[in-house]
Nanobody, 122 residues
């Protein structure tokens, strides 16, 4: 079983990126999925989550209105569309699976991939 993130890049402030997470061994109609990020010297923080039904999403306040989490169960893919990026969005982004039920706590998502780096800089 694994989660593989992709799509990270260097982008200017105000730009957009779409992160992808390919899930194998973690059925998306059974697991809740979250995107988490970690900046150097900081703790990992929850960015956005979607529950197994796909009907409930949750976002940390700093990304509301800018980021959108979505998933395609048939393709076993989870996405994070990030618009109007800011320098403070810089970090390693991880796709994590668990039973968070909308929570942004990383403790409730015990399975994660290797991450993809997002750098927002001019």
């Amino acid at each position: 079983s694994q989660l593989v993130e992709s799509g990270g890049d260097l982008v200017q402030p105000g730009g957009s990126l779409r992160l992808s997470c390919a899930s194998s061994g973690f059925p998306l109609d059974y697991y809740d999925i979250g995107w988490f990020r970690q900046a150097p010297g900081k703790e990992r923080e929850g960015v956005a989550t979607v529950d197994s039904s796909g009907t409930m999403t949750n976002y940390t306040d700093s990304v509301k209105g800018r980021f959108t989490i979505s998933k395609d169960n048939a393709k076993s893919m989870v996405y994070l569309q990030m618009n109007f990026l800011k320098t403070e969005d810089t970090g390693e982004y991880y796709c994590e699976a668990g039973y968070g039920r909308g929570s942004l706590s990383a403790k409730l998502y015990p399975y994660w991939g290797k991450g993809t780096q997002v750098t927002v800089s001019s």
